[in-house]
Antibody
Framework: EVQLLESGGGLVQPGGSLRLSCAAS????????MGWVRQAPGKGLEWVSL????????YYADSVKGRFTISRDNSKNTLYLEMDSLRAEDTATYFC??????????????WGQGTLVTVSS | SYVLTQPPSVSVAPGQTARVTCGGN??????VQWYQQRPGQAPILVVY???DRPSGIPERFSGSNSGNTATLTITRVEAGDEADYCC??????????FGGGTKLTVL
């Protein structure tokens, strides 16, 4: 079965760090760009970051640039998001997302169920 | 950065046709995707490349895109179609861009 399973969410204090993981199965992981999309409570979807299939190119939304780092381990079929200097406005459900090709996420063909990150003191 | 604008809500009676719009500057030159998201669930892709449907999505779902507006059309609306619908494009500078989402209410 093709699926994405996120983990690593939780409660963290402002200024703290958190690492999200996304385990992929059922498809050739290294062939697809992967990314993260978040959704604040009661709000719409916001793209966060993406990484190309081979991992050579990484892109970030302006709101997280310099604080978040996306990476992948193609030997483990796993995507990561390292989040530093967290702010209250980073509170959201973070979805792992699969693109439709190795270079872009022009179409998000598959979504994980999401993991909740809450930034609060 | 590229911006997509959607109405916050659309209401329709069962059996009727719902239209959800997505506005953007020359959006007709881009490929538009539409996602359905039910409360508490992850989004699912219902239309891609303006008017293609993934396998398993009913023919009642279709899309169009021209000028500055893309439209998701749902014919013969059912109670189960009640959800948030969000448009999305790929922009070479902004990368993945989502609209603000539209809540579809089935009366």
């Amino acid at each position: 079965e093709v699926q994405l399973l996120e983990s690593g969410g939780g409660l963290v204090q402002p200024g703290g760090s958190l690492r999200l993981s996304c385990a992929a199965s059922g498809f050739t992981f290294y062939s697809y760009a992967m990314g993260w999309v978040r959704q604040a409570p009661g709000k719409g979807l916001e793209w966060v970051s993406l990484i190309t299939g081979a991992g050579g190119n990484r892109y970030y939304a302006d709101s997280v640039k310099g604080r978040f780092t996306i990476s992948r381990d193609n030997s483990k079929n796993t995507l990561y998001l390292e989040m530093d200097s967290l702010r209250a406005e980073d509170t959201a459900t973070y979805f792992c997302a699969k693109g439709d090709n190795g270079a872009t996420m022009a179409v998000v063909v598959l979504w994980g169920q999401g993991t909740l990150v809450t930034v609060s003191s | 950065s590229y911006v997509l604008t959607q109405p916050p809500s659309v209401s329709v009676a069962p059996g009727q046709t719902a239209r959800v719009t997505c506005g953007g500057n020359n959006i007709g030159t881009k490929n538009v995707q539409w996602y359905q998201q039910r409360p508490g669930q992850a989004p699912i892709l219902v239309v891609y490349n303006n008017n293609d449907r993934p396998s398993g999505i009913p023919e009642r779902f279709s899309g169009s895109n021209s000028g500055n507006t893309a439209t998701l059309t749902i014919t013969r609306v059912e109670a189960g179609d009640e959800a948030d619908y969000c448009c999305q494009v790929w922009d070479s500078r902004s990368h993945v861009v989502f609209g603000g989402g539209t809540k579809l209410t089935v009366l």
